[in-house]
């Protein structure tokens, strides 16, 4: 299956904050989307950065508490992993466990796309394992 499938089935909205959002602002959104990351767009429409739960947690483990008033560039993961939407979803699977990241920005012509997490690419294996189950008590019980 592509990345593409996979976004058409999910849907392709992706909740985004810009690098000065602070990071209580960016708390409230995540809550707010029930995600666990949200891409970092710059004013030209380029992906700044990505940050999530952990880098958060992270960074308040370090700096403390005032870091919650700080803008969301200083936390943020400014090299982003990302697929394309030809991309299967095998090939993110390998991307995902090698670079040990949960949340993929989709790009189509250098402009996001969409977002895949790790939960989406579970969801869809399950899927096809499910199916595979049917087609084989399927062929057994014609057997």
């Not at 058409?8 to 909740?15: L, N």
Request: aromatic content about 0%.
């Amino acid at each position: 299956m592509r990345i593409a499938d996979l976004l058409r089935k999910k849907g392709s909205a992706v909740a985004t904050v810009t690098p000065e959002t602070t990071v209580t602002t960016l708390l409230a959104g995540l809550a707010e989307h029930n995600v666990g990351a949200m891409v970092v767009v710059a004013p030209d429409g380029s992906i700044a950065g990505i940050v999530s739960e952990r880098d958060v947690v992270r960074r308040l483990n370090e700096h403390g508490p005032g870091l919650l008033d700080g803008p969301v560039s200083e936390i943020m993961t400014k090299l982003v992993a990302s697929c394309g939407p030809d991309d299967s979803v095998d090939q993110l699977s390998v991307l995902m466990t090698e670079r040990r990241i949960r949340h993929v920005p989709v790009l189509a012509d250098g402009r996001l796309a969409g977002i895949v997490s790790i939960g989406d690419v579970v969801k869809n294996r399950m899927e096809q394992l499910e199916q595979s189950q049917e087609q084989l008590q399927a062929y057994i019980s014609q057997g």
